[in-house]
């Protein structure tokens, strides 16, 4: 089983619309998690972190279930703007600095 | 200026050859980090360095060597390029302590084509 793993889409979706993505991760020592936004042939740039009681920025709300060990991104009213690659990453056990990027889902909101 | 900065942005070489790939930072940030990103394999982590005396190996350094030049400085070098190096390079940094350790700040990435 790889490390990190999310689905790679593409997900297509009418603007306004509100999507979900799911990751995975498979090393129960894994500490902190994050989704990390990549627009297209440009560098990753932090979206938000994740806590264990689920979080809220906005129109972004993620959520973490340790106990299955997956990690959610939920967009509401979406805008043509989020039109990117979104990177679930874990950190390596408890490693710090040590991150594990999954490959990423693409998301494209259509007008 | 970007907080991190590659050189070159785009380089196309033949195989054999030596490539430098440069990063600075002006974050003042301790961490420094080489990713290689490829279609349909995400990033994965060459070399890393906590600090100027301090350089660790990543998931994927054959092939590859790194210098701490300075806090602000840390170089990727492939000393014969091979064309399954072919990728996009991204330098990072990070802070330290529990938070900002896990946070990256990246470049804007360097292509490299070996042909």
């Known amino acids: 089983r790889k490390e990190v793993e999310q689905d790679p889409g593409p997900f297509n979706v009418p603007e306004g619309a509100t999507v979900a993505f799911n990751c995975t991760y498979s090393n129960s020592a894994s500490q902190s998690f994050f989704w990390y936004r990549q627009d297209c042939r440009k560098e990753p740039k932090l979206l938000m972190s994740?806590?264990?009681s689920g979080n809220e920025d906005g129109r972004f709300t993620a959520q973490l279930n340790r106990a299955s060990q997956y990690i959610s991104l939920l967009i509401r009213d979406s805008k043509l703007s989020d039109s990117a690659t979104y990177l679930c990453?874990?950190?390596?056990?408890?490693?710090?600095?040590?991150?594990?990027f999954g490959k990423g889902t693409k998301l494209s909101v259509k007008p | 200026d970007a907080d991190v900065t590659q050189t070159p942005r785009n380089r196309i070489t033949k195989t054999g050859k030596r490539i430098m790939l440069e990063c600075s930072q002006t974050?003042?940030?301790?961490?420094m980090y080489w990713y290689r990103q490829d279609p349909g394999l995400g990033l994965r982590l060459i070399y890393y360095?906590?600090?100027?005396?301090?350089?660790n190996k990543g998931e994927i350094s054959d092939g590859y060597s790194v210098s701490r030049q300075a806090q602000a400085k840390f170089s990727l070098s492939l000393e014969s390029a091979i064309p399954n190096q072919t990728a996009l390079y991204f330098c990072?940094?990070?802070?330290?302590?529990?938070?900002?350790?896990?946070?990256?700040?990246f470049g804007a990435g360097s292509r490299l084509t070996v042909l």
């Open positions: 990072a940094t990070s802070d330290t302590g529990f938070s900002g350790a896990n946070v990256l700040t």
């Open positions: 994740v806590y264990s």
């Open positions: 990453v874990v950190t390596h056990g408890g490693s710090q600095g040590n991150l594990i």
């Open positions: 360095s906590f600090d100027v005396k301090d350089i």
């Open positions: 974050k003042g940030h301790d961490r």
